[in-house]
C-alpha cells in the first residue's frame, strides 16, 4: 500500500530480457535498509525487490505489467517516480494507492497557470466513470486532485495542477503533450463501481 507521495527520483540503470524483464534502479534510498522482497512503487508500479547493493535495487518486470503501463516507461535511462510501501502509523499524505495501474493516459496539453502548470490528459472510455471533480487520480505514481472532467466520444478528458513542488520532486514536471503515463483510479471509485455493475444469478 502506498499514499502517492512520492520519496526520490531513480534512474533506469540496465534493462535485461530473461523470461521476465530485469531492471535496475538507480536511487538515493538507503539500501541496506531496503529488505529483498519489499515493495517499491515505480511510476505508479508496485514491483518487488529482487536485487540490491549500495545505490540500486533490481525488480522483474511482467509482461503483464509491460503490456499495461506507459510506452517506454521500462528503458535505459527513464526517470522513475519512487515510493516505499506506507508503514503503520505513517503519514497518509496523499490518498490510498495500491500500485495496481488501470490504465494508460496520454498528456494533450500543458498550460500556464500563475507558478504552477495545468496539465490535462485523455483516458479511454472504460476509466472514464472513474474520475470526478475533486476526486483523487495517481498520475504515474503521484497522488493527484482532478480539477475538471469533460466527456468526450471516445472516453474522457481531465485536468490536474502541479505546483512548484511537485514538479520539482517529480517526473511530472517535465510532461508534454504526446507523452503517455500510467493511470490508477482511487480504489474506493473501483469498488463502488463494481458493486453498482453486480448483478447476482438467481437460484
Known amino acids: 500500500m502506498f499514499t502517492g507521495i512520492i520519496t526520490d527520483i531513480g534512474h533506469i540503470r540496465s534493462v535485461e530480457s530473461r523470461g521476465d524483464t530485469r531492471v535496475v534502479v538507480e536511487t538515493a534510498y538507503d539500501t541496506a535498509g531496503v529488505d529483498l522482497g519489499a515493495s517499491i512503487a515505480c511510476s505508479g508500479v508496485c514491483l518487488t525487490v529482487v536485487d540490491k547493493a549500495p545505490g540500486w535495487f533490481a525488480v522483474d518486470v511482467s509482461g ?4 499495461r503501463t506507459a510506452e517506454g516507461q521500462w ?3 527513464r526517470r ?3 515510493e516505499r510501501a506506507m508503514r503503520l502509523g505513517d503519514e497518509l499524505g496523499g490518498h490510498i494507492v495500491t500500485g495496481h495501474v488501470d490504465g494508460v ?3 494533450v496539453a500543458v498550460e500556464p497557470d500563475g507558478d504552477s502548470k495545468r496539465v490535462s490528459f485523455a ?3 472504460d476509466l472514464a466513470p472513474f474520475l470526478a471533480p475533486k476526486g483523487s487520480v495517481t498520475v504515474d505514481g503521484v497522488s493527484l486532485t482532478v480539477n475538471t472532467v469533460e466527456d468526450t466520444s471516445d472516453g474522457a478528458r481531465f485536468s490536474i495542477n ?3 513542488h511537485t514538479q520539482a520532486v517529480t517526473t511530472l514536471g517535465a510532461l508534454e503533450p504526446g507523452l503517455a503515463v500510467n ?3 482511487d480504489v474506493l471509485a473501483r469498488y463502488l463501481r463494481r458493486m ?3 448483478v447476482p444469478e438467481r437460484p
Not at 64 to 67: A, K, Q, V
Request: proline share 8%; aromatic share 4%; hydrophobic share 45%.
Open 80 to 82: 522513475l517516480n519512487l
Open 64 to 67: 503483464e505489467t509491460l503490456s
Open 123 to 125: 483516458v479511454p472510455r
Open 196 to 198: 453498482q455493475a453486480y
Open 75 to 77: 528503458s535505459e535511462g
Open 162 to 164: 502541479l505546483i512548484p
Open 105 to 107: 493516459a496520454e498528456v
Open 183 to 185: 493511470i490508477e483510479i
